[in-house]
């Protein structure tokens, strides 16, 4: 009885110290100041094997595919190279400021499945938008198609890959213009499918 006693003043005692961190405000929320050791792992940790468990029943379709992978590469245009760069880009400002800083996306291909479930889903407080609330799932697998091949492509041929897709950048950033429903701001990808 004693030692439960002493257990349940403990998690009191917690509970109170946890509540009056979160109230008082000392936690700073700046994006440029950096994450302690072990916030900054344990979010990783938490990020890592949430991916993990939801990509698990998630089917990769062929994804070597030409039409695809131009599609994909003309979304990826309009809409990502800001935050994870391009062929022949060398940096963007946005990259410095956000906190966690967005992977160089020319430097790798990410697993397919854990990037299809990404981009549809985001992921919360890092800036990685959902882009599953505005686009299909066939065009997500193009984004996904496309990155695949991205880390080997030279600037000259993601230049003519996305010659389309530069010229209606305004209307392929997807801002909602009125009356526009989201799928009909959606121009590189309607005469494709
Ligand atoms: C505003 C910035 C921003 C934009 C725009 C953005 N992302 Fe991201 N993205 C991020 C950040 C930040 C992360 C890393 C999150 C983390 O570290 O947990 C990320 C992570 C990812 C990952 C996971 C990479 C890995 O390590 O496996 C993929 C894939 C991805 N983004 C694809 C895209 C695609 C495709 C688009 C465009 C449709 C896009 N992102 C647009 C910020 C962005």
Redesign the pocket.
């Known amino acids: 009885m004693r030692f439960l006693g002493a257990f349940i003043l403990w998690i009191i005692i917690f509970l109170i110290a946890g509540a009056i961190f979160v109230w008082s405000g000392v936690y700073d929320v700046a994006a440029d100041t950096q994450h302690w050791y072990v916030t900054k792992h344990l979010i990783g940790t938490a990020?890592e094997n949430s991916i993990e468990l939801r990509t698990k029943g998630i089917n990769v379709p062929n994804l070597d595919n030409a039409a695809m992978i131009k599609e994909g590469a003309e979304?990826?245009a309009e809409?990502?190279t800001?935050?994870?760069l391009a062929p022949g880009m060398d940096d963007s400002e946005?990259r410095h400021g956000?906190n966690?800083r967005?992977?160089n996306?020319t430097r790798f291909a990410?697993?397919p499945a854990?990037?299809f479930w990404?981009?549809k889903h985001g992921?919360k407080m890092?800036?990685?938008?959902a882009?599953g609330p505005t686009h299909d799932d066939q065009t997500i697998w193009a984004?996904v198609a496309y990155?695949q091949k991205q880390p080997k492509m030279g600037a000259d041929e993601y230049r003519q890959l996305t010659a389309d897709a530069s010229q209606d950048v305004d209307e392929g950033m997807h801002m909602s213009t009125p009356g526009s429903s989201a799928s009909a701001s959606t121009p590189a990808s309607s005469g494709t499918h």
């Open positions: 990020r979304h990826y809409m990502c800001g935050c994870h946005i956000l966690p967005p992977p996306l990410p697993d854990e990037a990404v981009i992921i890092t800036g990685m938008p882009w984004m990155l």
